[in-house]
């Protein structure tokens, strides 16, 4: 009989020591209208995190996805939906990486993300066929 691992173990066991980029699923209406529930999420665990960087953090033994946000000294997970709270980060917390792209399953569009170093921001770029729509 073969073992069910759930995503939490597999990205436990083989992702939280690794370089490498990897792939997620948002589960959850947590981060709308930004990213749909079930797009795919490509996470950068080498990515340092950074004030505003959609990040997925280890925190008193849970996995967020949620917008990292600085408040002088406080630190904070918000979703971008607000119909839910934001998470204070009193302890310590670990960040697993920074989201670099995401792919919705029922667009061709692909969205990149990086940190404008200029206005220390999130930018976000799109390629395939939205960026062909664009160009025209």
């Known amino acids: 009989m073969s073992e069910i691992i759930t ?14 980029p990897f792939a ?24 340092k995190i950074h004030p ?13 996805f949620r917008q ?3 408040r002088g000294a406080s630190k904070f ?11 204070e980060l009193k302890n310590e917390f670990e960040t697993i ?3 670099v792209q995401q792919k919705q399953r029922k667009q061709q ?6 940190l404008n170093l200029t206005t220390k921001k999130m930018d976000f770029s799109v390629s395939g066929k939205a960026k062909a729509q664009q160009g025209k």
């Open 7 to 20: 995503p939490k173990e597999l990205l436990e066991s083989s992702c939280s020591t690794n370089s490498e």
């Open 24 to 47: 997620l699923q948002n589960l959850g209406s947590y981060m709308e209208p930004e990213f749909s529930e079930n797009c795919i999420l490509i996470i950068d665990p080498g990515m």
């Open 52 to 64: 505003r960087a959609y990040a997925v953090v280890r925190f008193e033994g849970e996995l967020y």
């Open 68 to 70: 990292y946000i600085e």
């Open 77 to 87: 997970l918000v979703p971008l939906n607000t119909e839910y709270d934001e998470i």
């Open 97 to 99: 990486g920074c989201v």
């Open 109 to 114: 569009a692909l969205h990149y993300y990086h």
